[in-house]
């Protein structure tokens, strides 16, 4: 196996899927435990896995890590509970992360 003399990289390759999360570390390390059987060299940061157990396997790590607020539907307008502290505010006024806590 070659690297490329501009990148760095084994081979050439496409961006098939992005994830912004909240704690990107954390999400990248338990991405690369999860999917240590696929590595190429233990040395590197580089995977040779199926495309759609890769994803599933970002997906599901997000999604424990950085779990969704939760909508409740007995208010109006519909309001976020934060998971972990418990905050509710206005949907328009949080995106994916609880702005008390950052979870």
């Not at 003399?5 to 435990?33: C, L, M, N, S, W």
């Not at 040779?48 to 157990?53: A, G, N, T």
């Not at 424990?64 to 509970?81: N, S, Y």
Request: charged fraction near 30%; proline fraction near 8%; aromatic fraction near 10%.
């Amino acid at each position: 196996m070659e690297l490329s003399a501009h990148t760095g990289v084994p081979a050439e390759f496409v961006i098939a899927y992005t994830e912004f999360v909240h704690h990107p570390d954390r999400v990248e390390q338990e991405v690369h435990k999860a999917l240590a059987k696929y590595r190429m060299n233990k040395q590197r940061e580089f995977f040779r896995v199926p495309l759609w157990d890769a994803i599933g396997t970002i997906r599901r790590i997000v999604t424990e890590i950085c779990p969704p607020l939760r909508v409740t539907k007995e208010q109006d307008p519909p309001r976020f509970i934060c998971r972990r502290c418990g905050y509710s505010c206005a949907r328009s006024d949080v995106a994916r992360f609880c702005p008390k806590c950052g979870f």
